[in-house]
């Protein structure tokens, strides 16, 4: 029994076997675009990057929560005394 079964290709590749010289064309057109605009649209790469960042924040605090709770206090101190140091030079 051999594995005819059809594979699911991304978008930014180009299948194999086609045999029409214009529909191969066509097909690395369609890949390419598709690449430049994955590698182009920022804004959908920020928001899977904040949600790969969002998931191993979760994972870390189900693991640690003390720690992570001492990270969230560290992390919130920080931007206060930042704020507090622009707010300081601002006013003089």
Known sequence: MSSDALVPVPRTAVPLGIADPVVQ???ELK?????IEEKANVPRRAGRALDAGIDRARAFQRSNPALAAVAVIASAAAVGAAVWGFVRLYTR
């Open 25 to 27: 064309a066509r097909t």
């Open 31 to 35: 890949a390419a675009l598709a690449a």
